[in-house]
């Protein structure tokens, strides 16, 4: 497997413009993770989905954010509009909790460094 | 919530020096993770390590369920285990979301 797949790499804004980070989990993981990286905060949770379900999105930090996952394979991290203090490195990750719970390893994606100017 | 503590937060060796990090955390968890997060910023999966022990080359890593601490052991250390070293764990709720600490930053020098 190619592992979790993050898109764009890089992306530089003018603040006021949507901003649309995209992941693709690894295939069969049904827990799928948005994190954010700061120098500030470290990582973060910002919302996690189950089976394409969002469970938790109590990171979320304002209405600007918003995260869909339509299918199995393909998650979005939406920030509209977008300011300077978005400015963060953003992860997807993904795992496969097995049977009671046994080996919840999650692994990450190579992140996508956003800067909003 | 759970807290996660790692230390120490900064950390400089020699090339070749061996070296202990250590993460203690808060309450009961069902998975801990250890990371390396190389200078180009990619989160590199080390241990999956929620009790007892692993070795895997140079590195080994210890969790103590119980007292609720793991070590990361470093052995031979080279210039290219630099980056920032992170210890996550998740809860024992079912939730699975992992909970990072704040890291210990390794500057191996030649």
């Known amino acids: 497997d190619a592992g979790v797949i993050q898109s764009p790499r890089h992306e530089v804004t003018e603040m006021g413009q949507e901003v649309t980070l995209r992941c693709k989990p690894i295939?069969?993981?049904?827990?799928l993770f948005w994190y954010r990286q700061t120098m500030m905060r470290g990582l973060e949770l910002l919302i996690y989905?189950?089976?394409?379900?969002?469970?938790?999105d109590s990171g979320m930090p304002e209405d600007r954010f918003s995260a869909k996952m339509p299918n199995a394979s393909f998650s979005t991290l939406k920030i509209q509009p977008s300011e300077p203090r978005d400015s963060a490195v953003y992860f997807c990750?993904?795992?496969?909790?097995?049977?009671?719970?046994?080996?919840?390893?999650?692994?990450f994606g190579q992140g996508t460094r956003l800067t909003v100017v | 919530g759970i807290q996660v503590e790692q230390s120490p937060p900064d950390l400089i060796l020699q090339e070749g020096a061996n070296s202990t990090l250590r993460c203690n955390f808060s309450?009961?968890?069902?998975?801990l993770q250890w990371f390396h997060q190389n200078p180009w910023g990619q989160l590199i999966n080390l241990f999956y390590?929620?009790?007892g022990t692993k070795q895997n080359g140079r590195l080994s890593a210890t969790t103590v369920a119980t007292e609720r601490y793991s070590l990361l052991y470093i052995s031979s250390s080279q210039t290219t285990d630099s980056g920032v070293y992170f210890c996550?764990?998740?809860?024992?709720?079912?939730?699975?979301?992992?909970?990072f600490g704040s890291g210990t930053r390794l500057l191996v020098r030649p």
């Open positions: 989905f189950n089976n394409n379900v969002p469970i938790d």
């Open positions: 295939s069969g993981h049904d827990y």
């Open positions: 996550a764990v998740d809860r024992r709720d079912s939730s699975y979301k992992l909970i």
């Open positions: 390590i929620p009790s």
């Open positions: 990750a993904s795992s496969l909790p097995g049977p009671q719970s046994v080996n919840t390893e999650a692994f």
């Open positions: 309450d009961s968890v069902n998975n």
